[in-house]
């Protein structure tokens, strides 16, 4: 598990081959994202709340 990135009153994390947006202050769980492998490198928060980082499978994923 590893804390990648922070917005607001939201973080983000990765968990072997997903990604976790969590509530800051609860730490609940707002969402979850599944790659098709390890996350591989940092997630990253646009000025918009997409995220963006890279996964083992070859792809960089954006969500929003």
């Known amino acids: 598990i590893g804390l990648h ?8 994390a990765e968990v072997n081959d997903s990604v976790v ?3 800051a202050s609860t730490l609940s769980i707002n969402w979850t994202y599944q790659s098709g492998d ?3 490198g940092p997630i990253a928060v646009g000025s918009d709340g997409s995220v963006v980082f890279p ?3 070859g792809y960089v994923y954006a969500l929003k």
């Open 5 to 12: 990135a922070m917005n607001g009153s939201t973080l983000y």
């Open 21 to 23: 947006s969590l509530n």
């Open 38 to 40: 390890f996350i591989g």
């Open 55 to 57: 996964s083992a499978d």
